[in-house]
C-alpha cells in the first residue's frame, strides 16, 4: 500500500532516491488516470476511455479489459510502447495539498526507491531542493494545472450527456463476457450537438481530448483481441504481445510529456 509523504527537509535531508527501473508496480492497472495533454500521444498506442467515480468522470488510457491486467507492462516489468502515461513517469513522486489547500512535492515511501545510502539527493547542499527535483516538481505543476482543464472538460461533456457506457465484450470459455466500468462519448450524439453545445465544448478546450479518444478507439480491438487470446487455453504458445502491439520500448526521461 502507498504511503505518500511530503518532501521535507526534516524527513529527508538525509535521504536518496532511485530512478525506476521497472514498471511493476503498474501491472496489476488495467486503467490509468490521463490529463488532456497527453491525449495526443496515448491515442497512438492506447485506448483512450472514461471511469466514473460517484459522480464524476474522469478519461483513462486502458491498459486491460480484465480487472489486475496490464497487457502493457512485460513480466520482468518492461514497458511495452513509445509514451508513458505521466501518472507512471513521476513515479514514485505526485503533488499533494496540504489543510490549507498549498501543492507540496511528495513521495511514496513505500516504493523502494527512496533509502538512506543510494541514489540521487533530495536537497543539495545548500539544503535547497536538487535539480532533479526541482524539475520533476514544474513536471508535476504542468500536469496538476492539466489535471483543473480536464476535471472542467469532463464536466462539460457529462452535463451535456455525452458520455454513456462502453459497450464492450471478451470471449471466455467460448462464452461473450461483458466489461463493465468503462465509459466512452456517444459519437452520434456528439455530432448532433447544435451550435452552441458544440462551441461549450470547443471552449473549455475539449475537442483534442474528444477527437483524440474517437482515434484511439480502434486500439481497443487490439486490447479484446489479445485478451481472447490470453483466454483461450487452447491457443498454444502464449500470444507474442510485444509483435502484436508493434513497439518497441522507449526511454523515459522527466523532460515534460
Known amino acids: 500500500m502507498a504511503n505518500i509523504v511530503a518532501l521535507t527537509k526534516e524527513l529527508f535531508s538525509d535521504k536518496f ?17 490521463i490529463v488532456e495533454l497527453e491525449a495526443g500521444k496515448v ?17 483513462v488510457a486502458i491498459q486491460g479489459i480484465l480487472p489486475g491486467q496490464n497487457l502493457y507492462v512485460t513480466v520482468d516489468g518492461k514497458w511495452r510502447i513509445g509514451y508513458v502515461p505521466a ?10 495539498a496540504s489543510q490549507e ?17 543510494e541514489g540521487e539527493p533530495f536537497f543539495d547542499e545548500n539544503g ?9 516538481t ?6 496538476q494545472e492539466n489535471l483543473a482543464k480536464t476535471v472542467q472538460i469532463c464536466h462539460v461533456l457529462a452535463e451535456l450527456n455525452l458520455i454513456k457506457e462502453w459497450d464492450l465484450s471478451y470471449i471466455n470459455q467460448g462464452e461473450n463476457v461483458l466489461a ?16 452552441e453545445n458544440f462551441l461549450k465544448v470547443r471552449n473549455c478546450g475539449g475537442l483534442p481530448l474528444v477527437y483524440g479518444h474517437f482515434f ?30 508493434g513497439q518497441e520500448d522507449d526511454i523515459l526521461s522527466f523532460d515534460g510529456f
Request: hydrophobic share 40%; net charge negative.
Open 17 to 33: 532516491w532511485k530512478r525506476k527501473d521497472d514498471f511493476l508496480f503498474a501491472s496489476k492497472d488495467n486503467f490509468v488516470s
Open 43 to 59: 491515442l497512438l498506442n492506447q485506448p483512450i476511455g472514461f471511469v466514473k467515480n460517484e459522480d464524476r468522470f474522469f478519461p
Open 87 to 96: 501518472y507512471y513517469k513521476f513515479h514514485p513522486f505526485r503533488l499533494g
Open 101 to 117: 489547500g498549498t501543492l507540496h512535492l511528495c513521495a511514496d515511501l513505500e516504493s523502494g526507491l527512496i533509502n538512506d545510502n
Open 128 to 136: 535547497e531542493p536538487s535539480e532533479n527535483i526541482k524539475i520533476i
Open 138 to 143: 514544474n513536471g508535476l505543476a504542468v500536469f
Open 180 to 195: 463493465k466500468g468503462f465509459y466512452c462519448v456517444d459519437e452520434d450524439l456528439f455530432n448532433k450537438l447544435d451550435e
Open 216 to 245: 484511439s478507439v480502434g486500439n481497443m480491438e487490439s486490447l479484446v483481441k489479445i485478451t481472447n487470446q490470453f483466454l483461450d487455453e487452447s491457443n498454444k504458445p502464449v500470444p507474442d504481445f510485444d509483435k502484436m502491439f
